[in-house]
């Protein structure tokens, strides 16, 4: 079974998640969703494959209020673990996973892949985000 934990504001990354979601089913294992606020950390790090997703905000930020807390949560006890990122974004250039993902590194974590997404996820995020759910599945 593979958690898959985000924020999301308007949508985009829940539309991600659930298409991760569906990926990992489809790849023949289970997935369970959680919206960031309905999860603690020692339940995430009972794991050692899971996904996160988040959205650009602030200036190429996480979200400050409930996803940059939580990660930060997570930084000093990622030493072995295999993670997955995604999220959608707006006008940037994606720079906010760019960090996220090397923060991730720097804390021990194996970045098995992230998906990024401009605005909604069409139809290629789709794939890409069934790719991830087969590396993810794989690492399991
Ligand atoms: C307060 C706020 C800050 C944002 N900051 C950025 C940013 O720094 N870079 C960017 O590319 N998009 C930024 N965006 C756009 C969002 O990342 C984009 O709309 C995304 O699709 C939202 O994902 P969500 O629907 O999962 O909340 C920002 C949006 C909001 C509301």
């Given at each position: 079974?593979v958690?898959?934990?985000?924020?999301?504001g308007?949508?985009?990354?829940?539309?991600?998640?659930n298409?991760?979601?569906?990926?990992?089913?489809?790849?023949?294992?289970?997935?369970?969703?959680?919206?960031?606020?309905?999860?603690d950390k020692?339940?995430?790090?009972?794991?050692t494959?899971?996904?996160?997703g988040?959205?650009?905000?602030?200036?190429?930020?996480l979200?400050e209020?409930?996803?940059?807390?939580?990660?930060?949560?997570?930084?000093?006890e990622l030493?072995?673990?295999?993670?997955?990122?995604?999220g959608s974004?707006g006008?940037?250039?994606g720079?906010w996973?760019?960090t996220w993902?090397?923060?991730?590194?720097n804390?021990?974590a194996e970045?098995?892949?992230?998906?990024?997404?401009?605005e909604?996820?069409?139809?290629?995020e789709?794939?890409e985000?069934?790719e991830l759910?087969d590396k993810?599945?794989?690492a399991l």
């Amino acid at each position: 079974m593979v958690k898959v934990v985000y924020w999301s504001g308007t949508g985009n990354t829940e539309s991600m998640a659930n298409m991760l979601a569906e990926g990992i089913k489809g790849a023949g294992n289970d997935a369970a969703l959680f919206n960031v606020s309905d999860i603690d950390k020692d339940t995430l790090l009972e794991d050692t494959v899971f996904a996160l997703g988040c959205p650009s905000m602030g200036n190429e930020e996480l979200e400050e209020g409930e996803m940059e807390p939580f990660v930060e949560s997570l930084e000093s006890e990622l030493s072995g673990k295999k993670v997955a990122l995604f999220g959608s974004y707006g006008w940037g250039s994606g720079e906010w996973m760019q960090t996220w993902s090397e923060r991730m590194t720097n804390a021990g974590a194996e970045v098995i892949g992230t998906v990024i997404s401009n605005e909604a996820p069409t139809a290629a995020e789709e794939k890409e985000l069934k790719e991830l759910a087969d590396k993810l599945v794989k690492a399991l």
